[in-house]
């Protein structure tokens, strides 16, 4: 009985010595990726490179070194963990929104699939009731209409998929209700109309469309004239 118990405590301890031991790896790893994260961003982060490679070794050292039972110690590098990729995290970067300014009737280029799609908004109108699939929908604000034009710049025909919002001078968002636009790949040097619908209310003022395609860029378009 007590040759099976002991077994047992052995098995126990295998257990979480492997445990230990891969956590221990990881930190490295990622006191490694620590490294890199301050030389490039901020050198705050060396603390948590300090961390990682810190509790790494505080993994490794036996247990008669410190007198603490590994559970305890793999507890201990848990919470020292989040420390440090809370430290990272907090001092990482954040990508900044890029903005294009354009007014109604100016030609801008956006891209997709590596093609250049020239894009022009032509107007924009309001209305409070709005006919979609046969049926009509009303508001207590209103509708907005969008409407403008793209043109495939490239060499070979190809669909266009971009992304719309509406702001307002209170920098208010507001999203996509819907959307019209001839399905299927435009020809090179063909054109092609969209209209761009957002429900809105009826105080929104100094309204400006945006338009994100696959680049960091957001062009922003006054509807006014």
């Known amino acids: ?58 993994l490794f050292l036996p247990k008669k070194v410190i007198g603490m039972n590994k559970w305890l110690k793999l507890l201990i590098a848990i919470a020292g963990f989040f420390v440090a990729t809370i430290i990272v995290g907090a001092n990482i970067p954040r ?15 956006i891209t997709y699939n590596n093609i250049n799609f020239s894009m022009i908004v032509h107007n ?13 929908k009303t508001t207590s604000g209103i509708f907005l209409l969008v409407r403008g034009e793209v043109t495939n710049n490239g060499n070979y025909a190809s669909d266009l998929s971009f992304s719309s919002g509406l702001m307002d001078n209170q920098n208010k968002s507001y999203s996509l209700h819907s959307s019209s636009m001839e399905p299927g790949g435009i020809q090179p040097g063909l054109s092609r109309n969209f209209m761009s619908v957002f429900e809105i209310p009826k105080s929104a003022s100094g309204l400006k469309f945006l338009v994100a395609d696959q680049t960091k860029v957001i062009r922003r378009i006054s509807l006014e004239r």
Do not use: C, R, W
């Not at 309001?126 to 006919?131: E, S």
């Open 124 to 136: 924009s109108s309001q209305t409070d009731k709005l006919i979609v699939d046969g049926q009509e």
């Open 1 to 58: 009985m007590k040759e099976n118990k002991k077994q047992e405590e052995e098995k126990e301890i295998g257990f979480i010595t492997v445990i230990n031991t891969i956590a221990g790896i990881i930190y490295v790893i990622f006191g490694f990726f620590s490294l890199i994260l301050a030389i490039s961003y901020s050198p705050i982060i060396y603390i948590s490179m300090v961390l990682f490679f810190g509790l790494a070794v505080f």
């Open 95 to 109: 990508a900044q929104l890029n903005f294009e300014e354009h007014n109604l009737n100016e030609e801008f280029i």
